[in-house]
Nanobody, 127 residues
Framework: QVQLVESGGGLVQAGGSLRLSCVVS????????MAWFRQAPGKEREFVSA????????FYASTVKGRFAVSRDNGVNTVYLQMNSLKPEDTAVYYC????????????????????WGQGTQVTVSS
């Protein structure tokens, strides 16, 4: 049984930073691809970032590229999302997700690829 627990969300002013954490419990963390998605009120869940386990390659939505960075620490079974230069449009519930395999980039951007999800953490950016 794989469980994901996010933390680190909160209220921040525009231009500020937050770091989200996702602790993964269960076997084979090292071989999971990890991703972050977000969902704003009234909108569909959208891809934010992913890190492929097999080669360490990272992928970002165009809206966050250059501002957000995904990383992982296999020693503590945790994936992070460092968010800088936050904007009001980044306000959403952020979800951590995991899947096995070695998907190509387009597949990693698809929420239906992921087998495991966290409960989400709220990020609110004030203007």
């Amino acid at each position: 049984q794989v469980q994901l627990v996010e933390s680190g969300g909160g209220l921040v002013q525009a231009g500020g930073s937050l770091r989200l954490s996702c602790v993964v419990s269960g076997p084979s963390f090292r071989s999971y691809n990890m991703a972050w998605f977000r969902q704003a009120p009234g909108k569909e869940r959208e891809f934010v970032s992913a890190r492929r386990w097999s080669d360490g390659n990272t992928f970002y939505a165009s809206t966050v590229k250059g501002r957000f960075a995904v990383s992982r620490d296999n020693g503590v079974n945790t994936v992070y999302l460092q968010m800088n230069s936050l904007k009001p449009e980044d306000t959403a519930v952020y979800y951590c997700a995991a899947c096995a395999g070695s998907p190509i980039a387009s597949v990693l951007r698809d929420a239906s690829t992921y087998d495991y999800w966290g409960q989400g953490t709220q990020v609110t950016v004030s203007s």
